[in-house]
């Protein structure tokens, strides 16, 4: 898996939007980027995956840059809920998902 | 979504007896599960790669006598602990990996088992 950079944390207001960055700047072709969140004393949280197109979903949109070395995860309107720890991972398709230390993002009210 | 449990979400045991860990999809076909260990303000570590019907794949520094994994069926995982001593204690997760039209594999991870050994 290529190695991602996230800052170790974020606050934002809540209901507004939170966009927590990643960097991936040795990612292959054919790496996707996952985005999961965890929650204290809870499993991981999928949120939404990319390879080069922009996605979006309920959850969240994910911005992904045209040269693939950065994205951004955009939770439109955060709520004290959205406080956990969120993990960028990008990995192959057929390989396991490296955890790294991930963003905290607290949601403040 | 693809829903994972785990069973059970917690457990106390005395050291030196054995912990069975299950971890069942229950609305998809899992072909490989994984097993990871998540100590205190730490990440998520992988511990192994779970296929359904052949030997779990132990990443480095677990051991396979210790951890003892069975992936019988293609919805059931399970993680023996054997003769388990303090430093076992942790906060175990599994998650299976669903195959996907787009042809990415996302994973889907179960709540987590919360072991304690006294």
């Known amino acids: 898996d290529a190695k991602t950079t996230q800052p170790p944390s974020m606050d934002c207001a809540e209901g507004r939007a939170a966009n927590l960055p990643c960097n991936h700047s040795?990612?292959?072709?054919?790496?996707?980027v996952y985005w999961y969140r965890q929650i204290h004393s809870q499993g991981p949280q999928y949120i939404i995956h990319?390879?080069?197109n922009n996605e979006t979903n309920e959850m969240a949109s994910l911005i992904i840059t045209e040269d693939r070395k950065s994205s951004t995860l955009i939770l439109p309107h955060a709520t004290l809920r959205d406080t956990a720890v969120y993990y960028c991972?990008?990995?192959?398709?057929?390989?396991?998902?490296?955890f790294g230390s991930g963003t905290q993002l607290t949601v403040l009210p | 979504g693809a829903v994972v449990s785990q069973h059970p979400s917690w457990v106390i045991c005395k050291s030196g007896t054995s912990v069975k860990i299950e971890c069942r999809s229950l609305?998809?076909?899992?072909?490989?599960m994984f097993w990871y260990r998540q100590f205190p303000k730490q990440s998520l570590m992988l511990m192994a790669t779970?296929?359904?019907?052949?030997?779990?794949?132990?990443e480095q520094g677990v051991e396979k006598d210790k951890f003892l994994i069975n992936h019988a069926s293609l919805t059931l995982s399970t993680l023996t602990v054997t003769s388990a001593h303090p430093e076992d204690s942790s906060f175990y997760i599994c998650?299976?990996?669903?195959?996907?039209?787009?042809?990415?594999?996302?994973?889907?991870f179960g709540p987590g088992t919360r072991l304690t050994v006294l």
């Open positions: 779970s296929n359904e019907g052949s030997k779990a794949t132990y």
């Open positions: 990319g390879l080069k």
């Open positions: 040795t990612i292959s072709g054919n790496e996707y």
């Open positions: 998650s299976a990996r669903a195959s996907g039209t787009s042809g990415a594999n996302e994973q889907f």
């Open positions: 991972i990008a990995s192959g398709s057929a390989r396991q998902l490296t």
């Open positions: 609305d998809f076909q899992a072909t490989t």
